[in-house]
C-alpha cells in the first residue's frame, strides 16, 4: 500500500517471502498509483503453524529512507491481533484457523514538496502570466519531530515558469511542521 504519491516517480517496492532459508516467491510494484497496489506474493501453499517470514527493499529509484514502512497481517480480511509492525521486514505464524493469510506493507512519503509560484497581471488586473525572476521564499519550522528543508537557502529565483520549489524531509510519520 502507497499512502499518499511516491516521493520519486519510479519509485517501487520488491516484496519477498520465505520459509527459512527458502524463498517461495517475489514480486514488484510497478506504476504511480497511490494505494493498494496489485502485485502479489502468491497465493502460497503452507501448513498450519508455518512461521513464514516477509520483506521488501527498494526497487528502480527508491530510496526507502524517503519512507516510512509499516505491516499488518490479517486472516480472512479482519486484523489479526498482535501481528503488525514497523519496518521492512516481518512474520507470521500460520493460525490453526482461517482460509486467507494477507500481510501488507504501507509505505508513507516522509518527504513533500512545497512551491511558491508567482504569478503576475496585467493593469487591468487581467492576463495572467508567470513571473519569472522574482526572489520568493519559504520557511519550515518543526512543530514535532525533524524536518529539513532542501534547498537550505530560505529564498530563491521563480523559473521561467515563475516557481521556487523546496523539499521537506521529515524525520517520521508522525513529523509536522508549519511552513
Known sequence: YVQGARVGTNDQFQLRLTQGNT?????TTTG??????????GPQPTARGVTLN????????????NYA???????????MPGVSGTGTSGSVT????????ECRFTNAPLVA????????????GENPQPGPGWTVGAGSVATTGTVTQTPSAATQQTSTQGNASWSLRFNNSSARATV
Open 23 to 27: 524463498t517461495l516467491g517475489t514480486a
Open 94 to 101: 500460520i493460525p490453526s484457523s482461517g482460509d486467507v493469510i
Open 54 to 65: 516477509f520483506s521488501e527493499v527498494a526497487a528502480g529509484t527508491t530510496n526507502m529512507n
Open 113 to 124: 514538496d512545497v512551491t511558491v509560484s508567482k504569478t503576475l497581471l496585467d493593469a487591468n
Open 69 to 79: 514502512s509499516s505491516w499488518s497481517c490479517y486472516v480472512d480480511d479482519e486484523p
Open 32 to 41: 504511480q498509483h497511490p494505494g493498494l497496489q496489485s502485485q502479489r506474493v
